[in-house]
């Protein structure tokens, strides 16, 4: 019988031969939320140090794309400054 080992994160039993590609997949997830998480961040900065006027530009430029996530964060950080 084959030695398993039980992943930390899912609670998955693996074969110990697959139980280090299945760790490394779980640390790139993990490393890809962290960036994810940083890029909106930066982002959020980056609208901060925008003029009310080029960020209502912005809007309707999002919206007319159908750019939805993008305007709704424009929108926030519109109603922040109000």
């Known amino acids: 019988m084959k030695q398993q080992i039980k992943c930390p994160h899912c609670k998955k039993l693996f074969p110990i031969e697959e139980s280090l590609k299945h760790e490394a997949e779980e640390f790139r997830k993990k490393l890809q939320k962290v960036e994810e998480q940083k ?5 959020q900065k980056d609208l901060r140090m925008t003029s009310t006027k080029e960020l209502n530009t912005m809007l309707n430029k999002f919206v007319k794309a159908e750019s939805y ?5 424009i929108r926030d950080e519109l109603s922040r400054r109000k």
């Open 69 to 73: 996530e993008a305007a709704a964060r």
């Open 39 to 43: 890029s909106k961040e930066d982002s």
